[in-house]
Nanobody, 126 residues
């Protein structure tokens, strides 16, 4: 069992930056691949970025490549999403999620993830 709590969301102007954090409970954080998802109003929840158990592999949605960076600190049981050059279309609720895996790869699909945080709102204004 793992519990996830996101923080760092808020209101930011287009072109600005935010860093989201996801704090995980327990001592098994390093056994999970992790991901960030987002859901805009009226839209499906989509993967934004994913990272493998020790951070050696990352994945980004095309819409955020070059602007967002996913990272993790297993010693601190924390996942991060650095968001730069924010756009209006980045406005959404952002969720972190944990995927049980024995491999060193990523989880890409929503239904592969076992645990979810409560979400944090990111609003980008003009």
């Amino acid at each position: 069992q793992v519990q996830l709590v996101e923080s760092g969301g808020g209101l930011v102007q287009a072109g600005g930056s935010l860093r989201l954090s996801c704090a995980a409970s327990g001592r098994t954080f390093r056994s999970y691949a992790m991901g960030w998802f987002r859901q805009a109003s009226g839209k499906e929840r989509d993967v934004v970025a994913a990272i493998s158990r020790i951070g050696g592999r990352t994945y980004y949605a095309d819409s955020v490549k070059g602007r967002f960076t996913i990272s993790r600190d297993n010693a601190k049981n924390t996942l991060y999403l650095q968001m730069d050059s924010l756009k209006l279309e980045d406005t959404a609720v952002y969720y972190c999620a944990a995927c049980s895996t024995l491999s060193g790869g990523n989880c890409y699909r929503e239904n592969e993830y076992d645990y979810w945080g409560q979400g944090t709102q990111v609003t980008v204004s003009s």
